[in-house]
């Protein structure tokens, strides 16, 4: 009987829900090939294990790859906007495609959430960006992390070697920045290339400067070249890397030359060691569990949480704009606009997102931790 | 900037180069014989390097299955055309190279234990499942179109290396694979630590050329090649079947590129589209021989491994830049300096 009537419910339901197309569409882009690879590939995964009913509505999501390519992103996001009519686009993998995406997301009024790095897609918010949120943490609180670790521990002059991309020189950009007022001395600013075989020139240039530390910004494997070479060097100061390093192929490649270096990242890579009472600690581990389970132990990185925050965000927002208006409608997506400003106190894998209508980010200092490498695996500075 | 930093620059420049030379060689060779500007060599450096990786985590290497997959497309088209002719005994050696031989590898990969087995066991295996491909790859992409003018040639060779990127991203992911060296011996020369892989790279590369020299100055084989590189139409009058010049000069090309990346693997990290970047500085040192020239081009490798290496001390920024901007002058320069043949089309 009981059966009978669940069924007569959900047939109802099916029949209410054909009714008025009430599938919510989320787009998605990410750069699942291309020089990003090994950040979007973690990306794709974590989309299939996302919700797939919100507030008791289904959510269909449309996965597609833009080859690290800002073109094709931008394809991708028109194609998404047009054919599909999405209520919400998640993307892209990097700040390039991301900022070329907001013109198409602003003009079709659609929200966006980016997984990308940069300040600069969300800030300064302006009537295109109104449309804009992202969910990893800005490059200056890592920034600040580290030099904040540096003058603990009286490091005086440091050297910088970074990606000759956008990455590198957004990073010394914000490392400059942030030094000076610390009156700390930054004695060499080298350049290499992700795929470059060898770094002997950057790195012999970096140790006659004698610096008692050195930053490698970096992302994924590449950065554990020059970390090696210093090593081979017989560099002995205090090494840094960022928080573009954080997966396990990074430790792989790196083995012991990694030993001792510190990192900022989000709490997620450390999520077993958080004390109980932060309140990451829940959806990170959460995350980590469902991600290993379809993916295999040691798999997850803190990209792939990048993308679970957007899910989480847009989980969030979706039964306050359902309350004003249906999915398809221009009015769904302002209102899903609106619901994302409003997040408040929301735990997610990498911090607690805070959103206000002058930040569309909401980090604060609870969404980054300091890390050492230690015996081959990321152990919490306490 | 003392003689110090001068000498390491220079130590890392030959190691570069020495791997440069060896492209610049093999490009050189493949245009020479069959017309075709041979962009995917670099992929076969990865390739290499990667299998010989993959096998060290003791996982059964994904190429081998690309070369499965080879072999049978192969078997197939010119199994068919054996049949076709009745020709028997070419049928049986047709599905021994293609079928027997890929299928074989994969049984004796699937059973061994990749992990224990011995470096040089394990670089063997490696450059028997990359090197195959060459030919395979001539047979299957560039054999139907041989007679096509350069220019198709040139465009046909970045799809095959569009293609091979992306398999390389399937098989072995995003993230870059490093393998431990051969020895780890050191050698203390005055301010200098040379590591035993960096020698081992140059007197592979040294030694290479000298059989490569070998090759053509002695063995029926290479007197072929040679032949069919100075004139095809010739050649072909003489009995030398372009398609076998083709298939051979594609098996040391592959070789080369595999060994290349089996060499370099310790030294620095490798990633699925590594290659491409060392084959397209070993295709500046190639221009600089004019595609034709195999010592200059070696030269010239190591002239492009010395600039970058110093270019990398003085401008990292600009390294890349500065690197592939010297084709600018060589190209000015062969320009004027050599009378213009025109292509026969």
């Known amino acids: ?382 | 900037m003392d003689f110090q930093i001068a000498l390491l620059l220079g130590q890392d420049g030959i190691t570069n180069g020495a791997i440069y030379a060896l492209l610049a060689l093999a490009l050189v060779l493949v245009f020479a014989v069959t017309r075709v500007i041979f962009i995917p060599q670099g992929e076969f450096v990865a390739f290499g390097a990667l299998t010989l990786a993959m096998m060290q985590t003791g996982i059964v290497p994904a190429t081998v299955w690309l070369l499965v997959g080879m072999g049978v497309l192969a078997a197939v088209l010119d199994g068919g055309a054996a049949l076709k002719s009745g020709q028997t005994r070419k049928l049986v050696g047709v599905a021994g190279w293609n079928l027997a031989y890929p299928l074989g590898l994969a049984a004796l990969l699937m059973l061994l234990p990749l992990k224990e087995l011995p470096m040089l066991a394990q670089v063997l295996f490696a450059l028997a499942i990359v090197v195959p491909m060459g030919p395979l790859m001539y047979r299957l992409v560039y054999q139907p179109i041989a007679s096509a003018p350069v220019l198709i040639l040139l465009i046909v060779s970045v799809a095959a290396h569009v293609g091979m990127v992306g398999l390389g991203l399937l098989f072995f992911g995003a993230e870059g694979q490093r393998t431990p060296p051969f020895s780890d011996v050191r050698f203390d020369v005055g301010p200098l630590l040379v590591s035993g892989q960096t020698i081992w790279v140059i007197v592979a590369s040294l030694a290479l050329i000298v059989a490569l020299y070998l090759f053509f100055e002695r063995t029926i084989y290479g007197k072929a090649l040679r032949a069919t590189a100075i004139n095809r139409t010739g050649a072909q009058l003489m009995g030398i079947s372009p398609t076998l010049a083709g298939k051979l000069t594609f098996l040391l090309a592959a070789f080369i590129g595999a060994l290349s990346g089996v060499l370099i693997a310790p030294i620095t990290t490798i990633y699925y589209d590594t290659g491409f970047l060392i084959g397209l500085k070993g295709f500046v040192a190639a221009i600089i021989g004019g595609l034709a020239s195999y010592p200059v081009a070696a030269v010239g490798a190591v002239l492009v491994g010395l600039l970058e290496a110093f270019s990398s001390f003085w401008a990292s920024a600009y390294k890349e830049v500065i690197v592939f901007t010297l084709i600018i002058p060589v190209l000015l320069w062969r320009s004027l300096t050599s009378h213009h043949l025109e292509e026969e089309e």
């Not at chain 1, 294990?49 to 991708?76: C, F, Q, R």
């Not at chain 1, 573009?244 to 192929?249: I, K, M, R, T």
Request: proline share 5%; glycine share 8%; hydrophobic share 45%.
């Open chain 1, 1 to 382: 009987m009981k059966l009978k009537h669940t069924l007569m419910a959900a047939i109802g339901l099916a029949f209410a829900a054909s009714a008025v197309h009430a599938d919510i569409n989320v787009g998605v882009t990410v750069s699942a090939t291309g020089p990003a690879a090994s950040l979007g590939i973690p990306e794709k995964n974590t989309f299939a294990l996302m919700p797939t009913t919100i507030g008791g509505e289904k959510v269909n999501y449309i996965v597609l790859d833009d080859a690290s390519d800002t073109t094709t992103a931008v394809k991708n996001v028109r194609k998404l906007i047009t054919e599909n009519k999405v209520d919400v686009i998640i993307g892209s993998t990097t700040t390039p495609n991301s900022l070329a995406m907001i013109d198409v997301v602003a003009e079709a009024a659609t929200p966006m959430i980016s997984m990308a790095a940069s300040a600069r897609i969300i800030e300064p918010i302006d009537d295109k960006k109104r449309w804009v949120f992202k969910t990893p943490q800005n490059d200056a609180q890592m920034a600040t992390a580290i030099i904040e670790h540096m003058t603990n521990n009286n490091v005086k002059t440091v050297a910088f070697i970074g990606f000759a991309d956008a990455y590198g020189e957004g990073w010394y950009e914000q490392f400059k920045s942030v030094a000076e007022a610390r009156k700390l001395q930054i004695v060499a600013n080298e350049r290499f290339n992700r795929n470059d075989t060898s770094v002997t020139g950057q790195i012999l240039k970096i140790i006659s400067s004698r610096p008692d530390a050195v930053l490698i910004a970096g992302s994924g494997t590449p950065a554990a070249l020059p970390q090696k070479t210093l090593k081979e060097r017989g560099y002995a100061g205090k090494l840094y890397q960022t928080h573009g390093v954080a997966n396990n192929d990074f430790l792989r490649v790196c083995g012991k030359d990694c030993e001792g270096t510190f990192l900022p990242a989000g709490p997620v890579l450390v999520a077993a060691q958080l004390p109980d009472s932060n309140p990451v600690k829940k959806p990170a581990l959460e995350y980590i569990a469902k991600y290993e389970a379809a993916h295999g132990k040691g798999s997850v990185s803190t990209f792939g949480a990048h993308a679970w925050d957007a899910g989480l965000l847009m989980a969030a927002a979706v039964p306050e704009a359902l309350k004003k208006a249906k999915p398809g409608t221009a009015e769904f997506r302002a209102a899903m606009r609106d619901a994302l400003e409003n997040v408040k106190e929301l735990p997610a894998a990498h911090g607690i997102f805070n959103m206000s209508p002058t930040d569309h980010l909401g980090f604060d200092q609870r969404a980054r931790v300091m890390v050492e490498i230690k015996n081959g695996t990321w152990s919490l500075v306490k």
